[in-house]
Structure formats: structure tokens, C-alpha cells
């Protein structure tokens, strides 16, 4: 069974930092897209950062700079890393697997609020 679990949300203030987490099993992670996507109160989950299976990585303009997204072929493992956090990065964080043959996974998502 395809699992997804992310971690490492919170509250934050505004210019710290946080990073999550996302365990995966079910799948054979190295032969997928990871990505990280972000959904605020009352708007459309929108594409935060990518990494693809050959470590191709692509991030929203909104986020270029100030995030970094890694992963573990070993451990079967995506991260992302958040820096410089601004009020307008709060949301809940979800971790995508991706592949032309199987479709797409979620994991259940993590809160992220950056406030003071």
C-alpha cells in the first residue's frame, strides 16, 4: 500500500525556518517525481517545488532562492527546506509522487503558519 507521510510542520516567525519531511513506502521511490505543494485557506493548491527521478529540480517563483527541495533514494525520502519564511508561505504542505504510468500519490499534508 502506497504511503505518504509528511512532517515537520509548525509555527514559525516570520525570516526563520523549517523543514519538512515526507517518508514514502508502497512504491519505488526512485522511479518517481517527488514535489512538494502548498494549499492556503480559500485558494488553489498550487506547486511549490519538484525534484525528478534523475534530480531535475524546478521551484515556484514565489519560493526560488529561499526553499530547497532534496531527496534519499536509500531511505526513500523527500525534504524540503524553508528558509527566510513569509507570512504569505503559511499553508498546508503536501508531498506528490509522480509517474507516467501510475498516476499521482498524496500524503495528508502538514500545517505550516508563519506568523508572530
Known amino acids: 500500500q502506497v504511503q505518504l507521510v509528511e512532517s515537520g510542520g509548525g509555527l514559525v516567525q516570520p525570516g526563520g525556518s523549517l523543514r519538512l519531511s515526507c517518508a514514502a513506502s508502497?512504491?519505488?521511490?526512485?522511479?518517481?517525481?517527488m514535489s512538494w505543494y502548498r494549499q492556503a485557506p480559500g485558494k488553489t493548491r498550487e506547486l511549490v517545488a519538484t525534484?525528478?527521478?534523475?534530480?531535475?529540480?524546478n521551484y515556484a517563483d514565489s519560493v526560488k532562492g529561499r526553499f530547497t527541495i532534496s531527496r534519499d533514494n536509500v531511505k526513500n525520502t523527500v525534504a524540503l527546506e524553508m528558509n527566510s519564511l513569509k507570512p504569505e508561505d503559511t499553508a498546508v504542505y503536501y508531498c506528490?509522487?509522480?509517474?507516467?504510468?501510475?498516476?499521482?500519490?498524496w500524503g495528508q499534508g502538514t500545517q505550516v503558519t508563519v506568523s508572530s
Open positions: 506528490q509522487a509522480a509517474s507516467s504510468w501510475s498516476g499521482t500519490y
Open positions: 508502497g512504491f519505488t521511490f526512485s522511479m518517481y517525481t
Open positions: 525534484m525528478s527521478r534523475t534530480g531535475t529540480t
